[in-house]
């Protein structure tokens, strides 16, 4: 069996003591919370941390809930702690779509949320989900907490806005009445990574029309898994199906897809347009309390 | 090096390890529980599901010092004594194994699921083994195996209820 | 037996519960497996054992210019590091194949593959092992690949096998059969030729326990234990004897509970050599157990045929010939696995289930810079390939004639009178009724009201592309299995009978020891219900032995789903003679004439007397008594078997699958998949179901999601199971089986094989169903979404090579 290279080990009991361990040790310290992403790479050898800061412990971070108009998840809430969210099944029905589809029930009691956005996998779907809600990141280091706008938290493919010694603890979402969302992913086998991934939130005015909208993209190299350009096309006008096809237009041409064994480039552009189509669709029939 | 110790089927285990062991190898070189498999490195398959703190989770994928404290449960540890627990019963009344090696992982996510849920339907067995490959039994009998311990232990429930 | 004649069932139930013989019986190996208690290779552990750990090649070809081992020898725990140099001192750096070639245990020149071993570490424990691996230096220079086979032939393809004497290109062999004079005459009289491109592409067995062995050399008495992964434990300690030089009677080879084979355990990695040296070296136990990416990257890949079909008929849709030429890509070392007059395996089966009378196919192999291998994942020897090639090119003609395809099926397929049947290449099918099985399908799929539906379907789908298309496919397989007659079937010159041994104790209790290897066929079950509906005692009265080549007799091993056909054959046949022998000891012991002496249900009685008889405990009882036995009549009650069989057995089925296809997305979901097999009568239902569910869920495998494509440098692309898809549950529908029964009339009870009917039977009836449903005529698999939507676009990709 694979095996990772040798490291050290400690556990953090609390925040403060995670971002002291990271001060303390530098840029080859890494936080390790469900480690399925991280392990299996470290045992490729592609990741070699000298020292792995175990902050599974830190259960005070497991926890979803409504604050005033937003909703707060903490970072380490699991995936399966998303899927199974009443909060999150009344406001955005978007993250059981995604999480149903990310990974497998059993990676699923275990992955976090916090370490999957840092992981920044460029096919992450609750980096899109994310994205497309515009939800904000709290990040912690020793001289405090500093917010970053979820479009702003991932800098590159694997890379994020958190800095060596700091620590993503929590994201924000605000509430959005008369909205509805949705998840549409197209994977070659349950499990498996997105060939392509579209998330979007649809929130409608008193006369149906779109008062504001988003749109997240997993795995078709979309910059800050979203495009703000169809976005503002479609914002202020109705949800119609032309609407809708030239947004979704617009994400196809905006995207940069690579050709891998997915799926060569232009079958990924195409299926853009398809499952945006079909996410803001359904997002605003759900905003319209349609079932969808 | 460093010590760790857990409740590994309800007795208490101390090791000194490597941080980087892996929590299967705990199971299976330290401690000799070699019912738990390993099928693959990548988390895809499932042979080295055993249940930490009550939920299933991949063991090929934890580190041993991440279960420091805590309780790990395996497939050696369902049957009581000489009594089968439903769903090995159900396992083998169903056909549910052929060669037995992702069995052990496949008993331990059935016996989650029936914790969750009594009485699951098929497409909602079907989603909960998702994450544990066989590549004998093409899942059918399974599935059935799993339906046949829902029912059975609430049959018994309800015998055991009456008296 | 009549191919009418099918035992008849009995209801008898034993003290344990179970029937007496035939009937489905709850799984004896089941009560270690539940609790975890199985013992797997890698469960063995030995005092004082090492670990071993393989450096395998990053590049497809390229010249070995030198390794440095020094840094993982100072390494603390490192007990030794092997190169291709220590082995060629003991004359060990080459092995022979089972096809007649070479291949290197430690490469020495070069590497030909991307994961070619190249030196082998031995170290305290695993951990280290893998880290020492890290520290040996080795310095390449890389050579061009040969990656697409359709190029290996090509006047400038850098030559792979430089190390053979006189190779100036890539080329293994042509192979021919059929008659092709006959097929260019049916060809030039047909009303209709459909030609087609089909690649059948490379896949992996990818059993959930990967290869692995643990060898411990006794210094003090010389003996070699191994216990390993292996489906052919015999084969496998003489191909030791003869590759290494150990006295073979020192050699004892061990295959515990095997984690599934599937085809790929039975080669000889050289992981196991280098764990059998690394024990001689070092004189401890050496343990060696492949990760999975080595194991999808460097063991035994199965198909990789690229073949070109074109099939004759008149315009009512009569089939008048079938002939292909085949590609096959053998990967950098020709290591296929199949008896040795068949270097396409039993591939010119290729006609099918259908009467015509002109057939003919050629094959010519290549060498490419990939791993070797080639007949592995439940083929029949390449059954998989032939049953695909005809269930394609069948359903391009329907297509043609825009004929139903059941309808040109049971138009076609062979009559039940026509059995036995010798096919225009030579093959004697024993018995079959296909047009009953096919029919039988068709009546639980409700065929004609799946079309209907499909007829509405696409009228609605016109107008609205949101519509899934629904696609009906079907496939009729026929195999042959039960490798083989010795005189034409041998491995390295091994002839393909099995041995048998069966004892009946004093009290009457069994033990049966097989040459063969269950790998979660349920051996220890179904060959101790074979024993008891010959001796009438209960099977939780035989204790099956086997995996031991010390307590077993000699035989080929478990494969080309043999073990039922050759083994099966080989008990029923050794229990016959201990009833025989039973007879004339209770004659006997009641003191009457042998003819007088009737049989029910495991008990010699006088006619007429039913009162006055033996039960074979009581019989076995008086054998080992000191009951004066007649002259000839040896004391104890056993017998020993060599079971030559007269023919293959031809299990059949007709399977047909329903799909429903995203158009936008490409995405492929099975809506329904049924099956009617006939293996002849069943020992175990719930065992042949059982693997016949497996099989099918093969066929979705290969047909949607299973493929090792290789990108310009010789990249393995499915090297781990995130990239190597195999089916979960939730690609796999709830499988709907049906069943007839035509006995082997050569069989002593009739059985046909099974255990890879449905792997060989299903990927056709996946595909012809998604080609269905898209209307188009050819693509190939795996129909993943993408490939789908190419195709819809009449774009279709290779699925062999990287996406680009």
């Not at chain 1, 903490?74 to 702690?81: I, K, L």
């Not at chain 3, 570490?121 to 359709?150: G, N, Q, T």
């Not at chain 3, 150990?246 to 050289?270: A, C, M, R």
Request: with cysteine; hydrophobic share 40%.
């Amino acid at each position: 069996m694979q095996v990772p290279a040798p490291f050290e080990y400690e556990r953090a009991a609390s925040v403060d003591e995670a971002v002291a361990l990271l001060a303390r040790h530098g840029p080859e310290a890494r936080l390790v919370a469900g480690g399925h992403s991280l392990l299996p790479m470290m045992k490729l050898r592609l990741a070699r941390p000298e020292m792995l800061i175990d902050i599974n412990d830190l259960s005070d971070l497991d926890y979803i809930r409504t604050e005033g108009d937003e909703i707060a998840i903490g970072a380490m809430t699991r995936h399966a702690g998303v899927l199974d969210s009443a909060v999150l099944a009344e406001h955005y029905r978007i993250f059981a779509e995604a999480e149903r589809v990310i990974a497998d029930p059993i990676v699923r009691n275990r992955g976090t949320v916090g370490g999957s956005l840092c992981q920044a996998d460029p096919s992450e779907d609750l980096s899109a989900v994310f994205s497309a809600l515009r939800g904000t990141a709290v990040i912690r280091s020793e001289s405090g907490s500093r917010n970053v706008e979820m479009r702003q938290f991932h800098t590159g493919p694997y890379e994020t806005a958190v800095g060596a010694a700091e620590m993503l603890v929590e994201v924000r979402l605000p509430i959005r009445p008369n909205s509805g969302s949705a998840y549409e992913k197209v994977e070659r086998r349950a499990g498996d990574w997105s060939i392509a991934a579209a998330g979007a939130f649809v929130q409608l005015d008193g006369e149906g029309r779109i008062a504001d909208l988003g749109i997240g993209l997993a795995a078709v190299g979309a910059d800050h898994f979203t495009c703000e350009e169809a976005e503002d096309a479609l914002r202020g006008g109705t949800p119609s199906e032309e609407a809708i096809a030239r947004a979704a237009a617009i994400c196809a041409e905006g995207c940069q897809p690579q050709a891998d064994q997915r799926g060569p480039v232009d079958y990924k552009r195409h299926l853009v347009g398809v499952l945006v189509a079909r996410a803001l669709t359904r997002s605003a029939a759900r905003a319209r309390g349609e079932a969808a | 090096m460093m010590r760790v110790s857990m409740r590994v089927n309800g007795a208490q285990t101390e090791a000194e390890i490597e941080p980087r062991l892996l929590l299967v190898h705990y199971l299976r070189n330290t401690l000799g529980l070699t019912g738990t498999h390993w099928g693959c490195d990548t988390s895809n398959c499932g042979a080295c599901t055993v249940w930490l703190d009550g939920l299933p989770v991949k063991s090929c994928t934890t580190l041993a010092a991440m279960a420091d404290g805590h309780e790990v449960r395996t497939v050696e540890d369902l049957a009581d004594g000489d009594s089968l627990d439903p769903v090995q019963q159900g396992f083998m009344q169903e056909h549910g194994l052929q060669c037995g090696f992702c069995t052990p992982g496949m008993l331990m996510t059935a016996r989650a699921l029936l914790d969750r849920d009594p009485d699951p339907d098929e497409a909602t067995i079907r989603e909960a083994i998702s994450g544990n490959l066989c590549r004998c039994t093409g899942y059918e009998n399974i599935v059935r195996a799993i339906r046949w311990a829902a029912e059975h232990q609430a049959a018994q429930a309800r015998e055991e209820a009456a008296l | 037996m009549t191919a009418t004649e099918v035992p008849a069932p009995d209801d008898t139930r034993t003290p344990g519960g179970n029937p007496l013989g035939f009937g489905r019986m709850l799984r004896k190996e089941d009560a270690r497996f539940l609790r975890g208690q199985g013992r797997y290779v890698d469960d063995v552990v030995l005092p004082g054992m090492l670990h071993g750990a393989v450096l395998r090649s990053p590049y497809a070809h390229a010249r070995l210019v030198s390794i440095d081992t020094s840094a993982a020898e100072a390494h603390p725990r490192v007990k030794a590091v092997i190169t291709g140099q220590t082995l060629e001192s003991l004359n060990l750096a080459w092995m022979p194949t089972l096809s007649g070639d070479v291949t290197a245990v430690l490469a020495t020149d070069k590497v030909r593959f991307q994961g070619q071993e190249v030196a082998f570490v031995i170290a305290e424990d695993e951990y280290s092992a893998r880290d020492a691996l890290e520290l040996i230096d080795v310095e390449y220079d890389p050579l061009p690949a040969v990656v697409d086979a359709k190029h290996a032939l090509d006047p400038d393809a850098p030559v792979i096998r430089d190390d053979l004497e006189g190779r100036t290109d890539n080329h293994i062999y042509d192979w021919e059969a059929g008659d092709a004079q006959a097929c260019e005459e049916a060809f030039a009289k047909a009303d209709v030729v459909v030609s087609e491109d089909i690649i059948y592409p490379r896949v992996h067995p990818a059993p959930m326990e990967t290869c692995g062995s643990v060898a411990h050399m006794d210094k003090v008495t010389g003996k070699l234990t191994v216990w390993t992964t292996t489906q052919a434990p015999h084969a496998h300690r003489t191909v030791y004897a003869l590759v290494a030089g150990l006295p073979e009677h020192k050699i004892q080879i061990i295959s515990p509970d095997i984690g599934g084979g599937f085809g790929n355990k039975v080669g000889i990695y050289p992981g196991y050599v280098l764990s059998i040296v690394g024990s001689i070296v070092t004189g401890a136990p050496v343990k060696w157990m492949e990760d999975r990416s080595e194991n999808l990257m460097s063991t035994s890949f199965a198909r990789d045929y690229h073949m070109h079909g074109d099939i004759a008929a008149t315009k009512e849709g009569k089939i008048l010939a079938l002939r292909v030429n085949v590609l096959a890509d053998h990967g950098a070392f020709n290591g296929v696995a199949q008896p040795t007059k068949f270097p396409a395996g039993f591939f010119h089966i290729f006609t099918g289930s259908y009467d015509y009378p002109a057939a003919h196919c050629k094959v010519t192999a290549v060498y490419t810079n990939k791993a070797l291998g080639g007949v592995a994942y439940a083929c029949s020897f390449r059954i998989t390939e032939a049953v695909y090639l005809v269930e394609r090119m069948v359903d391009c003609l329907a297509f043609e004639l825009k004929m139903d395809p059941a309808e040109l099926r049971m138009k076609n397929l062979l009559r039940p009178e026509q059995f036995p049947y010798t096919s225009p290449t030579g093959w004697e099918y024993d018995s079959g009724d296909y047009p009953r099985a096919l029919s039988e399908a068709m009546r639980i799929a409700g065929y004609d009201d799946l079309r209907r539906e499909q007829a509405e379907r696409r009228a609605a789908a016109e107008s609205d592309p949101s519509v899934p298309l629904m696609g009906i496919g079907l496939s009729f397989f026929t195999e042959g299995v039960g490798a083989g007659p010795r005189k034409h079937m041998d491995i390295l010159g091994l002839g393909m009978a099995d041995g048998c041994e069966l004892r009946l104790h004093p009290t009457g209790k069994a033990q049966l020891r097989l040459s063969v290897q269950t790998q979660g066929q349920g051996h220890e079950t179904t060959f101790a219900q074979i024993v008891s509906h010959v001796l009438g005692i209960p099977p939780e009265d035989v204790e099956v032995l086997h995996g031991d080549t010390d307590n077993t007799p000699f035989g080929l091993g478990t494969y080309g789903s043999r073990s039922t056909p050759v083994s099966g054959a080989a008990a029923a046949v050794a229990a016959q003679r201990v009833k025989d022998k039973a007879r004339l000891i209770a004659a006997t012991s009641l003191e009457c004439s042998v003819d007088d002496l009737e049989w029910e249900h495991g008990r010699w009685f006088v006619k007429g007397d039913p009162t006055k008889g033996q039960t074979m405990a009581e019989i076995a009882m008086a054998a080992h008594s000191s009951l004066e036995l007649p002259e000839g009549v040896e004391g104890h009650l056993d017998a020993s078997v060599v079971y030559n069989p007269p023919n293959l057995t031809y299990p059949f089925g007709a399977y047909i699958c329903v799909v429903d296809v995203d158009r936008q997305t490409g995405v492929v979901k099975v809506r329904r998949f049924i099956a009617v097999d006939d293996c002849g009568p069943r020992i175990n239902p719930m065992i042949v179901e059982g693997q016949i569910h497996g099989g099918l869920a093969d066929g979705v495998g290969m047909a949607l999601m299973e493929v090792i494509a290789f990108d310009k440098e010789g990249n393995n692309l499915g090297g781990s199971f995130m990239d190597y898809l195999l089916p979960t549950s939730l690609e796999c529908p709830s499988w709907e089986l049906g069943m007839t029964v035509t006995p082997s009339p050569h069989h002593p009870i009739g059985t046909k094989g099974v255990g890879e009917s449905a792997t060989v039977g299903s990927p056709a009836a996946v595909v012809n169903a998604v080609l269905d449903a898209l209307q188009i005529r050819a693509a190939d698999m795996p129909f993943t979404p993408a490939m789908t939507w190419r195709a819809l676009q009449g774009r279709p990709m290779r699925p062999d090579l990287a996406i680009e």
